[in-house]
């Protein structure tokens, strides 16, 4: 109602002029090029399982490299390999012993983030906290952070830890691939710690071809597979094992699909939802409106029609009766009157017979039945 | 040709929040198209 | 608890204020544990099970149980079923109420609850489903606020800002139908980014569509359980047309709800062959899909159909309390029990006496303010000055 069609028009037209501005050149280039490569030179590391040896020196390291809280055993005590452990709040990076059927010596695996290359926690995060970088770490912002946590619930691999002893201003803590350090061109501070080379850290593409090139070299000491290269959509970490993946805690089930595929579909509905429903719904209240107004047309029409057979009637009704009762008062009055003119005769006949003494007094009753007839017909009419 | 975006998450990122805009667009635009739409029937029936 | 008076000094100690009163001390003493000792001292939580009770009991259970909310009013001025009108007022307070829990007990939940607008405000990260979710349950406890208003406008009597709002309910109505469909099967979307994690019985990817059906049904549910109480313990507030209004809305709601869950039932069946999970179905996990897709919503379906069909308003309230509880049953399985289902044993949450305490609380601040509404306001009752014309 408040605005005009030149108005409405009008902003129509700026709204489809800038949409259109803002789309041109990149929706042109996404139509083009629909897979997403990654970037170019991204870094990463490559861990070889089948070297490590569980020292736990890459553990104090990032420790250190990072200041994080003294730990409660300290890292060359080797007895907390015992125990399976996972990230905490305090500690970025653990190493894990796992026994396989069949093999004699206990492999190694150390755990962090992976980096991923579509990284469900960036994807989950509401206020874009986590961020996949050009050189190839997933970094934090800790400025943003809600603390909601669904971060941790996306991530495949139970990496991002909680601080949640902490009242006001607890983070999200993960590995952060040394990021500050890679960037004075420095090697992550794990990396640097392991004795064994069981880490190597370069730009990921040199590290699959790496990774390969070991496997046809050593074919008897390696499965045939990267773990990390297709995982979840790819990872930053790499990994080369002697056994079954599945053997050392690294979930083989987890399939290539980035996480955002997973959740493409709902967020795409979500616009579908948006335009649609209130045209859907506005339908439905207008034919509801409809029905609602035609049954009200319709009861009032009938209700119109009804009062007027109804009136009809009624006026019939009320002048048969007026009919009738001037009929009935007719016969009143010529009773009445038959009456007093018999009345009168038998007076004049009395009167003539005893000379005329009463003759008066009779006359009275007869005018006050007319009377009584009268107004009786008349309460019937005002009733009517 | 260079791509715009390299990855899945960053093109969602920019997709998305263009809709997103779009959205507002369209919750506002649609009910004020059907104002227009409705506007005779109504002030017809001033009854 | 039923004769008792409002104001005065012998109406203060009723058996339902001391316990309230109890409960909502023991909130205070819980609110500062949280705010001084951190998650940490308070929830049992952990760097696997990040969600816990807070989000699968207050978020998830109560969104969808205050879906009454936009159902009645969808009902009532979209569908033009004029009888819903008497249930449209408790309904959007229920919902109002609801919402503004939800969102009190994201405070308690997240780490830093004064940055909880700034997904919108400061940083959004629109491809995530929780901003969605984010997004929809701000503006939507806005419309609900917008549409409760009215009442509160005729307890101060504020014509004029009254007729306003009135004059808007057919948008904000529409509105809360697109933003309650949208966050609805959107919570139940959040989980979908974790494949590995969720038991493949209760992970489909129609999981929002399952949100967002049952929400439906559970909304419908809680006004006829919620109607239940009201009856009860506020019957003195109730006037004619609102009782008169509240048993039809208890039969046509109950209809509805049946055969809604009936159509939830079918989709529930077709996700488990969608995915070919009927083997899981001869495993511990599938007795207890089983018992939640039986026990708790053809069950009731079942009980509401024959409440309906034999006009028993009785069979009908026990079906909307199996109906609810199925609800919440579903909820707390997706996001608590379900999920890392794979986990050893000992690593599994289980709530903490402290979470169910700050739960309870929540929900008797509801019940409170909801008393306090009812009692004063014309929820159940028209206002004497205020025809009802829409
Ligand atoms: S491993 Fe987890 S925390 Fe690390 S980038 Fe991937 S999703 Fe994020
Ligand atoms: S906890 Fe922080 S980083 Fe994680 S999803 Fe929430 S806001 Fe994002
Ligand atoms: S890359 Fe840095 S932060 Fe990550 S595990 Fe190694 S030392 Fe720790």
Known sequence: MGISRRKFLGWMGAAAGAAAASMKPKAAAAAAAKSFPGHPDSLGVLHDTTRCIGCRKCEAACNEVNNLPKPEAPFDDLSVLERRRRTHAGSYTVVNKFSVPGKKDPVFVKRQCNHCLEPACASACFVQAFKKSEKGPVVYNEKVCVGCRYCMVACPFYVPAYEYDKALTPRVT???????????GK?????????????????RKKLLEYARARIAKHPDRYVGHIYGEREMGGTSWLYLSGVDFGHIGMDTGIGDLPAAAYTAGPLAAVPLVVGLWPVLLTGIWAISKRKEKRASDELSAALAANTAAHEQKKREELSALRQKLSKEKEAAVERAVKQALEEAEKEREQAAAEAGKEGGRQHEPAARQGGAEKGEAEQADKEN | MEPDFYTLQGFMTHVKGVIYVLMAGGLVGIPLFWKFLAGRDEKKRTY | MA???????????????????????????????????GLAAVTALDDNNPWGLWIGFDLLCGVALAAGGYVTSAGAYIFGLKRFHAAVRPAILTAFLGYALVVLALHYDVGRPWRLPYPIFVSPGPTSLLFEVGLCVFLYLTVLFIEVTPAAFEWLKLTRLRALVVKLTLVLTIFGVVLSTLHQSSLGALFLIAPGKLHPLWYSGYLPVFFFVSSIFAGMSMVIFEGTLAHKYLHHKMDEAHKAGTLNVVLSFGKAAAFVMAGYFYIKIIGLAADDNWHYLATGWGLWYLLELFGFVAFPAF????????????????ASLFAVLGVVLNRLNVSVIAFNWHLPLSQWYVPSIYEVGTSVFIVTLGIVAYKFAATHMPILHGHPDFEYEH
């Open chain 3, 303 to 318: 009980l509401y159909a024959l409440g309906v069909r034999e006009k028993n308003v009785r069979t009908i309230r026990v």
């Open chain 1, 174 to 184: 993960k590995c952060t691939m040394c990021a500050p350090r890679i960037a004075e």
């Open chain 3, 3 to 37: 004769g008792e008076h409002p104001t005065g000094q012998r109406g203060l100690f009723t058996p339902f204020n001391v316990v309230a009163g109890i409960i909502l001390l023991a909130g205070g003493v819980l609110t500062v544990m949280r705010f001084t000792g």
């Open chain 1, 187 to 203: 090697l992550p501070g794990c990396v640097a710690a392991c004795p064994k080379e069981a880490l190597t850290f370069g730009p």
